[in-house]
């Protein structure tokens, strides 16, 4: 199954809320949607671009 985003994709985008941006703006923008946005913190939260080089916990 082809991925949509990459590793360090993801982890940009869980990061934007973090400078202001509402979750939902976030979700419109990249086409997904809020569960998908809050699966992607859950899996990948806490995590730097360079951490998704060794791959997601």
């Known amino acids: 199954m082809k991925k949509r ?3 360090e994709q993801i ?10 941006e509402k979750t939902a703006d976030v979700c ?4 997904i949607s809020s569960a998908t946005f809050y699966k ?3 899996k990948y939260g ?5 951490d998704a080089l060794f791959g997601a916990a």
């Open 40 to 42: 992607y913190k859950s």
């Open 5 to 7: 985003f990459t590793d």
């Open 28 to 31: 419109r923008r990249h086409g």
């Open 46 to 50: 806490g995590m730097e671009p360079s």
């Open 11 to 20: 982890i940009a985008m869980i990061k934007e809320p973090e400078a202001g």
